[in-house]
């Protein structure tokens, strides 16, 4: 298999892999609680990265300067270079727990680095406490 052949293969599997880790847009409209709990993840992590987030993702138009965060750049680019998402919170039965998938990646080749295509995902997990959703932290669930 030709190394251009292997770099098709690991674009498309990838891009599959981000898609169904992501879930992206699975809802037109985040609730309230899904923008707190997006956002609280997101100040987990340490705000949003330096990459645009996709128009894609489950929550932009979120109000985010409202929960403390920056209003993050958005792409609607098909292929941005990098971008990130988030997906749409899945509640406990409770109510008190959520998680969300996360993704980030895409070509980096026009930052100088040698590897062009790359997808990270992560699996975050948020909980309701006093009425404030805090993070409790991503674990990676795959990269590229």
Known sequence: MTIYARLVALAVLSTLAVAATAQVN??????ADDCAVIGAIAQGQGSWPSAPMSAKSFGVACDWKALGLPQ??????????????????????????????????????????????????????????????QSLGCRMSFIT
Not at 26 to 31: E, G, L, R, T
Not at 81 to 87: A, E, I, P, V
Not at 97 to 102: E, F, H, I, K, M
């Open 26 to 31: 699975s809802s037109p409209n985040a609730s």
């Open 72 to 133: 993050p750049a958005i792409t609607t680019e098909e292929h941005p270079g990098l971008s990130f998402g988030y997906s749409q919170p899945v509640y406990s039965a409770d109510g008190l727990q959520a998680t969300v998938n996360y993704s980030y990646g895409g070509d980096h080749s026009a930052q100088g680095h040698p590897e062009q295509y790359f997808y990270t995902g992560s699996k975050c997990t948020a909980q309701k406490r006093d009425g404030k959703w």
